[in-house]
């Protein structure tokens, strides 16, 4: 609760300088989700698990261009990052799937 004080009092604050009105732009756009990580114990600090967990996906994007789309892409990348995490959390990604799409039976082939 201090530390979130603490950011929300850095955003009323006036700036004169260009890039501390930039960086606090993106504190007051992401002030709601900054310390998630404090009180949700799977949310990693830096963020860095999930970087790793889309690395692969966005290198396959570039190399292939498969993905043409912004929607396309955020598509992707959701559903990858959904698996990911469901497998790094040791669930079973198509029965986590199946039960998301309302417990509807998975049709494969």
Do not use: C
Not at 24 to 30: A, F, V
Not at 50 to 68: N, P, S
Not at 74 to 84: P, S
Request: aromatic letters at 4%.
């Amino acid at each position: 609760a201090e530390a979130s004080l603490h950011l929300e009092g850095l955003i009323r604050e006036d700036y004169e300088a260009q890039e501390v009105k930039k960086l606090i732009e993106k504190i007051r756009n992401g002030l709601g989700h900054w310390l998630t990580f404090v009180t949700e114990p799977d949310v990693d600090s830096t963020n860095n698990r999930a970087e790793r967990a889309l690395r692969e996906q966005v290198v396959l994007r570039k190399m292939f261009r498969t993905l043409r789309s912004a929607e396309g892409v955020q598509i992707h990348e959701t559903i990858t990052t959904m698996l990911a995490t469901w497998k790094r959390r040791g669930l079973d990604p198509p029965e986590q799937l199946q039960s998301i799409l309302g417990g509807q039976e998975l049709r494969l082939g």
